[in-house]
């Protein structure tokens, strides 16, 4: 047995992730803090450890136990959609219809420094729906077709972003600068190449790599944003309506094979299925933590109803040319 399940009490339920229940919440931050080695460890072990019931109050003591179980909080670059950031790193969860999940995916695979640790923080619980759901990415890497596999770590994925000022991140939001020198020196500096539209809105494209080894355990990961950033995975009357307004290739954000190959709805349709089968769920209760291995572990978000308050922090950045890849990209 793990030394650190000595020191916690430990709810396993199947289909879920792994729940750590503290006997004492008066202090948060403080059994955050006391607990952080032993949680750490139970992240490495089981890529996410949901601590039930903390008793979380506000985000200030969500910012405290952010703090104490990490180095610091990652500043968020070329996020998808807008967030709320809050002093301290932390974020409000993606602004993203309440109405429509979210797909499984890696927080910022697409980056080349990513954040190799989520903070989640409940404050309040949707009385319907809402869970972070989360999926083993060797699990998932190994349930996949091998030759499909083959073929990602060979040419990596291809992502291609359309920034505008109506749906998704502006590119402001998505660089921190509404300056043009700026924004093309991140991108030389991080491998994405670009064009500006004659209206002034910006296109963007990045290969990364589909498969990583996770940096402590070297196991292969599928780790990318391949399904979720695709066309095919939009409410069918959104993506229409998108197509409409900006054309299939103005689209906020689309995915393709490395060598630009387009992926078609049945690749997609496979991604996500074989994510569906492999997912753990347990729904949010107030005041819940949990700390997700952001390599080794995807997630999403079930559709809910209204009121729901879930805060984010990443930590723990991880520098993609430091892993140890087989397969191609530009990074
Ligand atoms: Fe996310």
Redesign the pocket.
């Known amino acids: 047995m793990s030394s650190w399940m000595f020191l916690l009490d430990v709810d396993r339920a199947p289909a879920a992730p792994l729940a750590i229940l503290p006997t004492n919440t008066d202090d948060p931050a403080g059994w955050a803090l006391e607990h952080r080695d032993a949680l750490r460890e139970a992240v490495v072990e089981h890529g996410a450890v949901l601590v039930r019931g903390l008793g979380l109050r506000d985000r200030t003591e969500v910012g405290a136990v952010f703090a104490g179980l990490t180095g610091g909080l990652m500043t968020e670059k070329e996020a998808f959609a807008p967030r709320q950031r809050y002093p301290g790193g932390i974020y409000s969860s993606?602004r993203w219809p309440a109405g429509l999940p979210?797909c499984m995916?890696h927080?910022l695979s697409y980056v080349l420094e990513v954040p190799g640790l989520l903070l989640f923080a409940c404050l309040t619980a949707s009385v319907e729906g809402g869970a972070t759901v989360l999926a083993d990415a060797r699990t998932v890497l190994e349930a996949l077709p091998p030759a499909l596999v083959a073929r990602f770590e060979r040419e990596g994925w291809l992502l291609t972003r359309s920034y505008n000022d109506e749906i998704g991140a502006t590119f402001a939001e998505a660089f921190g600068t509404r300056s043009l020198p700026d924004v093309q020196r991140y991108c030389r500096a991080n491998a994405i190449e670009f064009a500006w539209r004659a209206d002034g809105g910006l296109r963007t494209r990045q290969r990364r790599p589909a498969v990583v080894r996770h940096p402590l355990t070297g196991r292969r990961c599928w780790f990318n944003q391949i399904a979720f950033l695709n066309q095919w995975t939009l409410d069918p009357a959104v993506r229409e309506q998108l197509v409409e307004v900006y054309g299939e290739d103005g689209l906020p954000f689309n995915t393709f094979f490395g060598n630009g190959d387009p992926i078609d709805e049945r690749l997609v349709a496979l991604l996500n299925d074989v994510y569906e089968a492999h997912t753990v769920r347990e729904p949010w209760q107030d005041g819940d933590l949990m700390l997700v291995d952001n390599i080794r572990t995807a997630?999403g978000r079930e559709a809910y109803a209204w009121p729901r308050e879930v805060y984010i922090g990443m930590a723990d950045p991880v520098r993609i040319a430091d892993l140890p890849l087989r397969c191609g990209g530009d990074f």
């Open positions: 993606t979210m995916h927080e997630h």
